[in-house]
């Protein structure tokens, strides 16, 4: 096998979990098949990039599912009543573009059922509390065009916003210093 296929094996092995739809999970073939548009000279290079970089920070869906389930009885979100807290709280679905927020909503639910027994139907804000969910924050934008309408339009005066997500850069920041100037 020669490096690059071996590599190709990696990246596949890392990603396996990534997709579950018609086409199946990622395989080395695909990884190939990716790899080969770009120069005959740069694929090694890439691939062996790629590999080192999704080793260290692809999250898999496993980890999601153990970061949800902490978060649904997280004591300095939730206190001493997990199940309370969410009951009062409203997690808001509200993004306007793609489908992560969608996502992670569908296996935080599953999360919910599991430790709890109830649905996202049964988390209702009737303690100011709302909780936005999200893979990661990049620039800041997604959340910040999310919550700007919602402050603006339906949120009640008083809200407390908790916005969860797996991995954050420094654009919150910046989202954060938008969408206080809304209040």
Same mark, same amino acid.
């Given at each position: 096998?020669?490096?690059?296929? $071996?590599?190709?094996?990696?990246?596949?092995?890392?990603?396996?979990?990534?997709?579950?739809?018609?086409?199946?999970?990622?395989?080395?073939?695909?990884?190939?098949?990716?790899?080969? $548009?770009?120069?005959?000279?740069?694929?090694?290079?890439?691939?062996?990039?790629?590999?080192?970089?999704?080793?260290?920070?692809?999250?898999?869906?496993? &980890?999601?599912?153990?970061?949800?389930?902490?978060?649904?009885?997280?004591?300095?979100?939730?206190?001493?009543?997990?199940?309370?807290?969410? $009951?009062?709280?409203?997690?808001?679905?509200? $993004?306007?573009?793609?489908?992560?927020?969608?996502?992670?909503?569908?296996?935080?639910? &599953?999360?919910?059922?599991?430790?709890?027994?109830?649905?996202?139907?049964?988390?209702?804000?009737?303690?100011?509390?709302?909780?936005?969910?999200?893979?990661?924050?990049? +620039?800041?934008?997604?959340?910040?065009?999310?919550?700007?309408?919602?402050? +603006?339009?339906?949120?009640?005066?008083?809200?407390?916003?908790?916005?969860?997500?797996?991995?954050?850069?420094?654009?919150?920041?910046?989202?954060?210093?938008?969408?206080?100037?809304?209040?």
């Amino acid at each position: 096998m020669s490096t690059m296929e $071996q590599l190709a094996a990696s990246i596949a092995a890392t990603s396996a979990d990534y997709r579950n739809d018609e086409l199946g999970p990622f395989t080395a073939e695909h990884v190939m098949q990716w790899a080969a $548009q770009f120069s005959k000279g740069d694929r090694a290079l890439l691939l062996a990039e790629m590999d080192h970089v999704l080793k260290k920070t692809y999250f898999s869906e496993a &980890a999601v599912t153990d970061h949800l389930e902490s978060l649904a009885k997280e004591p300095k979100l939730v206190g001493d009543t997990p199940a309370a807290f969410w $009951q009062g709280a409203g997690v808001l679905d509200i $993004q306007k573009g793609g489908n992560s927020q969608r996502e992670m909503l569908e296996r935080f639910e &599953a999360v919910l059922q599991e430790q709890f027994g109830m649905g996202l139907k049964a988390c209702k804000s009737t303690s100011g509390n709302f909780v936005y969910l999200d893979d990661a924050i990049f +620039t800041g934008n997604r959340v910040r065009r999310d919550l700007e309408p919602w402050i +603006t339009d339906m949120a009640p005066p008083k809200a407390t916003v908790h916005v969860i997500v797996n991995a954050l850069h420094a654009g919150s920041y910046y989202a954060a210093q938008q969408l206080d100037k809304l209040v």
